[in-house]
């Protein structure tokens, strides 16, 4: 009984983790930002793999490093290239989007900010993972996706003159 009672209290400080897998549904109809969706996902279930650890290597923590980089650039990059393409199209959702963007970003800045006086401990990464896979769950399937009714068939991912 000890034993399912220490591996109950382990699980609950460190929950199972489940990775998250690109579906249609994840579908904007613009090849650009939805492969920009993929490797938002690839890269947090890469965070995911490492978790669990509690004794990083200097591979480790470079690679946490530059995770939190990219998710600053991504913010940057990606968002200004979706705002841009929602508001072309006419998407209903550009206003909602362009302020759960500003949100995001200043998560990102407030996350850094963290990072740099406590440095990266993996209490501070799993709530980087919570947040962005949250973000991916929540922002992405609930708004990016209601820009895919807005582009035109003929420009939606798949057709031959694709969206941007």
């Not at 591996?7 to 549904?25: D, V």
């Not at 939805?34 to 279930?45: A, E, P, S, Y």
């Not at 963290?114 to 990266?120: A, D, M, P, V």
Request: hydrophobic share 40%.
């Amino acid at each position: 009984m000890r034993r399912a009672r220490a591996g109950a209290e382990a699980e609950a400080r460190n929950p199972p983790l489940i990775m998250i897998l690109w579906t249609k549904q994840f579908e904007t109809g613009s090849a650009k930002l939805d492969q920009q969706h993929r490797l938002l996902i690839d890269n947090i279930n890469l965070l995911e793999e490492q978790l669990n650890i509690t004794n990083p290597t200097m591979a480790e923590l470079d690679f946490w490093v530059h995770l939190v980089d990219y998710l600053e650039a991504y913010a940057n990059i990606h968002f200004r290239a979706e705002e841009k393409c929602m508001e072309s199209h006419r998407c209903p959702a550009h206003a909602v989007n362009q302020q759960e963007h500003e949100r995001f970003r200043g998560f990102i800045r407030n996350y850094k900010k963290l990072c740099e006086l406590e440095g990266f401990k993996v209490e501070l990464l799993r709530n980087l993972h919570e947040v962005i896979r949250s973000w991916i769950e929540q922002h992405i399937l609930k708004v990016d996706t209601q820009l895919r009714s807005c582009i035109p068939p003929s420009l939606r991912s798949g057709s031959s003159a694709v969206a941007e």
